[in-house]
Nanobody, 115 residues
Framework: QVQLVESGGGLVQAGGSLRLSCSVS????????MEWYRQTPGKQRELVAS???????NYADSVKGRFTISRDNAESTVYLQMNSLKPEDTAVYYC?????????WGPGTQVTVSS
């Protein structure tokens, strides 16, 4: 019913930048929160950034000051601007939206930062 597709991942050198996009489609009513997570093999998925319906943002300490989450006015797309990338940022990045009480996930996009 609700589908999310990430794009913008790839290979980048340390210190470089990438902007991830997540397009949301389907039956969309009220999105409570839009989020970006990341996961590396053998580790739990961690919350990287979130933005609420009111525009409030939160970031993991590890990315604060380097990453910026944003969305368009229609909430059809959520972005993650990633600057000053580090090798430890390498992960599969997932977007998620919460509608009413349900959370929907995208399939993920790979981000690899080389040193």
């Amino acid at each position: 019913q609700v589908q999310l597709v990430e794009s913008g991942g790839g290979l980048v050198q340390a210190g470089g930048s990438l902007r991830l996009s997540c397009s949301v489609s389907g039956s969309i009513r009220t999105i409570r929160v839009m989020e970006w997570y990341r996961q590396t093999p053998g580790k739990q998925r961690e919350l990287v950034a979130s933005i609420t319906s009111g525009g409030s943002t939160n970031y993991a300490d590890s990315v604060k000051g380097r990453f910026t989450i944003s969305r368009d006015n229609a909430e059809s797309t959520v972005y993650l601007q990633m600057n000053s990338l580090k090798p430890e940022d390498t992960a599969v990045y997932y977007c998620a939206v919460t509608i009413i009480i349900s959370k929907y996930w995208g399939p993920g996009t790979q981000v690899t930062v080389s040193s």
